[in-house]
Nanobody, 119 residues
Framework: QVQLVESGGGLVQPGGSLRLSCAAS????????MAWYRQAPGKQREMVAS???????NYADSVKGRFGISRDNAKNTVYLQMNSLKPEDTAVYYC?????????????WGQGTQVTVSS
């Protein structure tokens, strides 16, 4: 059984910063790509940032220059540093990862963490 658990969400003023964490636990042999998605009310879920096992990163245009994704392979954890936050960044943020437990690789989602940017 593999779980992804996010933390670090909350309420922040425009221009502020937050750091999200997502820890994978359970029977893990290896973790390939990890990513953060978000879903705002009434909108489709969208990819925010991704990072490969060799730390190649990719960002949505809307967050380039403001957000940074990183990972600690020893801790099976991925982070999302969010700076210069805007009200339009308000959403539930979800962690996603491709994890090999035994032979096959499966895709997993976390339960989500709320980020609200408001004055």
């Amino acid at each position: 059984q593999v779980q992804l658990v996010e933390s670090g969400g909350g309420l922040v003023q425009p221009g502020g910063s937050l750091r999200l964490s997502c820890a994978a636990s359970g029977r893990i042999r290896s973790i390939n790509a990890m990513a953060w998605y978000r879903q705002a009310p009434g909108k489709q879920r969208e990819m925010v940032a991704s990072i490969t096992s060799s730390s190649i990163t990719n960002y949505a245009d809307s967050v380039k220059g403001r957000f940074g994704i990183s990972r600690d392979n020893a801790k099976n954890t991925v982070y999302l540093q969010m700076n210069s936050l805007k009200p339009e960044d308000t959403a539930v943020y979800y962690c996603n990862a491709d994890i090999q437990s035994r032979i096959l690789v499966h895709n997993y989602w976390g339960q989500g963490t709320q980020v609200t940017v408001s004055s």
